[in-house]
């Protein structure tokens, strides 16, 4: 099967090694041309992924046309937030029966939407094409070969199964699921956590503060997601505790690693400026927070990252107003 991956970024040459590795014939869209470069030169990604190889059968271009020419199964993988922007560009090559695949752990600005909702407006395709893959999923370790698992979701079981063969490999095991909804909520808003979870560590604070946080992260996740028509049953797997204790424990995510600067006492320009990756849970907050208030969903921990994050409020504060808002049953 031809399959092309746009967007190569950390994520996006891990899976295109994936896909090769499970025998596709993979083409990897690149923005820069050195990169696309680099990678068929030397078969490695120098600027995300050194050290990892790709296999024969992974190609790089910048050409989005020449790389969706015959793609059976199509994966997007660039920042949530550039994702509309970016499709609007791809969408007129796109074969006319390709199934979508959505990597992206965001929620859109200004819209509240998620992105499988961004895929089906902007490339003008319906729900039953598009596909989410969802899971403690860190590029690093997968590229690397450690054995790791996700979920592919997607409302047409048919085409869940047809990614799900496309990407099991010795090293990834995917399993399926019919809750699109549950599995990108559970990405997303996972990151938000993973920052709090950054922040409390910077600040010293211990092991039970830690796993309150997962725990009620995980509590505002299911939350939102019932609200919104997720299973309760998806909140439990893979995409939802699994990718929110996968993130918030590893010194690896980006995400985690922003929230520790902010812990640090660095203010959001400064944190930005000394990390050069994409941290999707700093602009999330705000439309997952925007997205909560609609459905009049109670979301104390993303409320009070949003502030930190885009306020300017001080991590010492946000941990008080957590703390002092009134008892309730569990
Ligand atoms: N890295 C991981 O471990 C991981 C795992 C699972 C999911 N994800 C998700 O995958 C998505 C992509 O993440 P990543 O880790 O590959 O990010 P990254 O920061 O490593 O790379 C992002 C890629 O997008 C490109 N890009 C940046 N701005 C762009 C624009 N305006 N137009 C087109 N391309 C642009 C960059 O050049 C880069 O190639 C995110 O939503 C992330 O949450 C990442
Ligand atoms: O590095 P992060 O924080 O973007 O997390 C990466 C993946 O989403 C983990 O599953």
Redesign the pocket.
């Known amino acids: 099967m031809k399959t092309v991956v746009l967007?190569?970024?950390?994520?996006?040459?891990?899976f295109a090694k994936i896909l090769g590795d499970a025998g596709n014939e993979t083409v990897l869209w690149?923005?820069?041309p050195e990169?696309a470069m680099a990678i068929n030169a030397n078969r490695e990604n120098p600027?995300?992924l050194l050290g990892t190889r790709l296999g024969s059968n992974v190609t790089a271009t910048t050409s989005a046309a020449e790389a969706l020419d015959g793609a059976e199964i199509v994966v997007l993988?660039?920042?949530?937030q550039?994702l509309r922007?970016?499709l609007a560009d791809w969408a007129p090559d796109l074969g006319p029966d390709a199934t979508l695949v959505s990597?992206?752990?965001?929620i859109e600005l200004g819209t509240t939407m998620r992105?499988s909702q961004v895929i089906i407006e902007t490339a003008g395709v319906s729900g039953d094409r598009v596909a989410v893959?969802?899971?403690p999923?860190?590029?690093?370790e997968?590229a690397a070969g450690q054995p790791a698992a996700t979920v592919v979701a997607c409302v047409d079981m048919e085409r869940a199964t047809q990614v799900q063969d496309a990407i099991t490999t010795s090293y990834f095991r995917p399993y399926t699921n019919d809750d699109v909804i549950g599995c990108e909520l559970g990405?997303a808003v996972k990151?938000v956590i993973a920052l709090a979870f950054g922040i409390a560590h910077s600040m010293g604070l211990g092991d039970n503060t830690k796993a309150t946080l997962i725990t009620r992260g995980l509590a505002e996740i299911g939350r939102l997601g019932m609200a919104l028509g997720a299973d309760q049953m998806t909140f439990a797997g893979l995409a939802g505790l699994g990718d929110l204790v996968g993130t918030c424990m590893s010194p690896?995510?980006?995400n985690r690693t922003f929230g520790e600067a902010l812990g640090r006492g660095q203010s959001l320009e400064e944190a930005q400026r000394t990390t050069?990756?994409?941290a999707?849970g700093v602009k999330s907050c705000l439309a997952i927070r925007d997205l909560a208030r609609a459905h009049g969903v109670d979301m104390p921990i993303t409320e009070q990252v949003e502030r930190v994050c885009h306020e300017g409020v001080d991590p010492k504060v946000a941990l008080k107003t957590l703390m002092s808002r009134a008892t309730k049953p569990e």
């Open positions: 967007g190569a970024g950390s994520w996006g040459t891990a690149a923005r820069r990169i600027d995300y993988a660039v920042p949530s550039t922007a970016n990597l992206m752990k965001g992105m893959v969802s899971g999923n860190l590029a690093h997968i990405g990151n690896q995510s980006r050069r990756f994409t999707e």
